[in-house]
T-cell receptor, first 114, second 114 residues
């Protein structure tokens, strides 16, 4: 079975530009999570969606927004990019919420801001 | 508040040595889940194990074993007869509550030398 798909896998942007990262969850998974992992850091939770509604929010900058669409894929929109936004962005999906529902991680999108 | 501490920033061993990676967690929830992930240089997060708070049985999978002790809030990971391919950053993570977001430790970088 296909795993979580993230696109693009690599993205290079200039400061002040915008970027859109996409996440396609595993089939029948209705919950999506976004994490940001800076260089040498641990992944930090940004935001999650369950059934197209925001379910939880972490340390997501106001310059970032995200949504989950009717087909359950999710997009993370990042505006006014800063050098500090350079990171590996992970998407994860699960069926339902709660710890019983295993979370599967995508391969990540590596964003470089120049 | 939830917290995961991996006190060992970096460990170097010689191939075939055994190595234990420490993980200490903090939570007031009685229901929680603990995870270990491996992150090789390529960047993806590879799932290794999940444990729920009601299951303190230790687990062995090949060369990997995990020791979960609620009394000391620890979930340690041992690699027996380490191999060069085990070289990676290992993250311990905690999940609580209904929305399943992960709290990651800061990671332990394991270097296995031939």
């Amino acid at each position: 079975a296909a795993g979580v798909i993230q696109s693009p896998r690599h993205l290079i942007k200039e400061k002040r530009e915008t970027a859109t990262l996409k996440c396609y969850p595993i089939s029948r998974h209705d919950t999506v999570y976004w994490y940001q992992q800076g260089p040498g850091q641990d992944p930090q939770f940004l935001i999650s969606f369950y059934e197209k509604m925001q379910s939880d929010k972490g340390s997501i900058p106001d310059r970032f927004s995200a949504q989950q669409f009717s087909d359950y894929h999710s997009e993370l929109n990042m505006s006014s990019l800063e050098l500090g936004d350079s990171a590996l962005y992970f998407c994860a999906s699960s069926h339902g919420t709660g710890g019983l529902n295993e979370q599967f991680f995508g391969p990540g999108t590596r964003l470089t801001v120049l | 508040a939830q917290k995961v501490t991996q006190a060992q920033t970096e460990i170097s061993v010689v191939e075939k040595e055994d190595v234990t990676l420490d993980c200490v967690y903090e939570t007031r929830d009685t229901t929680y889940y603990l995870f270990w992930y491996k992150q090789p240089p390529s960047g993806e997060l590879v799932f290794l194990i999940r444990r729920n708070s009601f299951d303190e049985q230790n687990e062995i999978s090949g060369r990997y074993s995990w020791n979960f002790q609620k009394s000391t809030s620890s979930f340690n990971f041992t690699i027996t007869a380490s191999q060069v391919v085990d070289s990676a950053v290992y993250f311990c993570a905690l999940s609580v509550g209904n929305f399943n977001k992960f709290y990651f430790g800061s990671g332990t970088k394991l270097n296995v030398k031939p």
